[in-house]
């Protein structure tokens, strides 16, 4: 839930944001050496914990019986007893364990099934969807563009390495943290600490605390980088106020956005409760790296200058073929073309949206499915003709997509497989959002029409294309010359039906 006041924690958080947004207005050098600095400490307190908790790990933590949550464990390693039924069962623990054994039973056992996956493939994917928020922080590569000297090259090297990096510390903190413990002994608020506290290194647990401390400050430096820039670009559009688009004339840096985004996490963190702040990070993320993986492939086959070069060069055939047939690309159409691009962007559209479809019907009909083909009930296999018919779908539009022609435009670092791989990001991104609760989904939809109410209410009246500003004739000047270069070329973009036009030498 929202929690309403501001605790001395809250407070000191929002000091921290404060802090770090001053930081960052002195500019990227200066911010990133002390960045760096923090990044090194708290890598070094993870190797730490990776090796300090690998003493205390016990395989049978991955292996417990169902039997087993009822009773209780010797831990030979440790000489104590652990009482799994205190911790499990909702007729002993209900207070501890209050949202888990909500309107349950005294004999539920809140714990699952034991052993290495205890809440099955939907546990899994919950867990992913809430803990993405891990994976976040590449949009902070991707903002800064402008400031890397070489970023076709260093950007994509960049955005792998970081990716490798978090998840082989993500996985081994996890592995060591549920070996040391079992999933349901721990401490929900602080578990790494909390473990080296549970086996006798209260030392370790407060270098682990400081580390923490480090990390969330190194974090909230690399989180309010990106929002700063995209502020000033949309003022810098008219899109937000002007003042928004201030850049400091010494540090150059994006003073105003920066100082605003830094206020505005502050005021986020000292009221919003910290799940809620996750579980919207976690949906906008995905959001976000769904339009990307959209966004790769209408620009692999948007037609660029690139491309009426080489149908110059081997004096291919440019025309405009009917919906219908460009759908298949039935005219074998090597060049990309406006009606290429048009059924790549509807069938991409369309992918969207009977993704959300699809994943919405696997991730909460399944057992009414099973029950359809299982016991033959109406509903569920009403449900599995749907699955079965959106999956068609879905098919012949990908089929569609890579029918087209791809642009020939030299990138250094292209995505493999396309349509195939950003299809296959846009449903896994799907499914974990659909498989976020209502009240996340509530609250994200409120967010959202927050933003499209500054966009209808002030960006859309001072938008810099509405009033024919720079963009507007930057827009048009490379649509002109698109076409002025298609003609001074020899490339003729006609219309089907009309008669056969080759590049001439």
């Known amino acids: 839930g929202i929690t309403f006041g501001i605790s001395s ?31 090194l400490l708290n890598v070094a307190v993870i190797i730490f914990v990776l090796i300090g908790g690998a003493f205390h790990v016990s395989g049978h933590n991955w292996s417990i019986e169902k039997s087993e949550l009822g009773g209780t464990y010797e831990n030979g390693k440790l000489n104590i007893t652990e009482d799994y039924r205190a911790a499990c069962l909702c007729e002993v623990c209900r207070e501890d364990e209050e949202e888990a054994c ?48 070489n970023p076709q090259r260093a950007m994509p090297i960049a955005i792998i390495l970081s990716l490798s990096i978090i998840f082989l510390a993500y ?38 605390r400081i580390g923490a401390f480090m990390g969330l400050t190194a974090s909230l430096l690399g989180g309010i980088v990106p929002l700063p820039r995209v502020i000033w670009a949309m003022a810098s559009d008219g899109l937000l106020p002007y003042f928004l688009s201030y850049t400091h004339p010494k540090y150059q840096t994006p003073f105003a ?60 055939t440019v025309h405009e073929a009917s919906m219908w047939k460009q759908l298949f690309n039935q005219t074998d159409m090597k060049i990309p073309t406006a009606a290429s691009s048009n059924v790549t ?34 509903v569920g296999v009403v449900l599995v003709i749907m699955v079965c018919t959106v999956t068609v779908i879905l098919s012949l539009l990908l089929i569609a997509i890579h029918r087209q022609p791809q642009s020939v435009t030299y990138v250094a670092f292209k995505v ?49 294309a509405r009033e024919g500003g720079p963009n507007a004739v930057r827009s048009g000047k ?12 020899g490339v003729a973009i006609g219309h089907e039906g009309e008669k056969d036009n080759y590049v001439n030498e």
């Open 171 to 208: 996985f081994g903190l996890s592995a060591v943290v549920t070996l040391v413990l079992p999933y349901f002994l721990q401490n929900a608020e602080a578990p790494i600490p909390f473990i080296f506290e549970y086996v006798g290194w209260n030392w370790a647990a407060w270098v682990v």
């Open 9 to 39: 924690r809250s407070s000191q958080t929002g000091n921290i944001f404060i802090f770090s947004s001053v930081i960052l207005c002195l500019g990227m050098k200066e911010s990133t050496k002390f960045n760096t600095v923090l990044t």
């Open 102 to 149: 909500s309107g349950k039973p005294d004999d539920f056992n809140w714990c699952g099934e034991g052993g290495f996956s205890p809440f099955g493939v939907d546990g899994i994917v919950s867990g992913a969807a809430t803990a993405f928020y891990g994976f976040v922080g590449f949009d902070v590569i991707a903002t800064m563009g402008e400031e890397v000297i």
């Open 478 to 489: 490379a649509v002109t010359d698109v076409r002025k270069i298609g003609a001074e070329d």
């Open 345 to 378: 962007a509807w069938a991409t559209f369309l992918i969207g949206i009977f993704s959300f479809v699809f994943c919405g019907l696997i991730a909460n009909g399944r057992d009414l499915m099973s029950k359809g083909v299982m016991e033959g009930s109406g």
């Open 257 to 316: 956005a920066t100082l605003f985004s830094g206020f505005i996490f502050a005021v986020m963190a000292a009221v919003f409760d910290l799940r809620v702040l996750m579980d919207f990070m976690s949906i906008g993320t995905l959001l976000a790296y769904t339009m990307v993986s959209a966004c790769v492939i209408l620009l692999r086959y948007r037609q660029t200058e690139e491309d009426l070069v080489k149908a110059k060069e081997q004096s291919l």
């Open 416 to 464: 493999p497989l396309v349509p195939f791989i950003p299809t296959l990001s846009i449903l896994l991104n799907v499914y974990l959002m659909v498989s976020m609760d209502a009240a996340t989904w509530a609250k994200f939809g409120i967010w959202m029409l927050l933003g499209f109410a500054i966009y209808g209410g002030y960006g859309m009246r001072h938008s810099l």
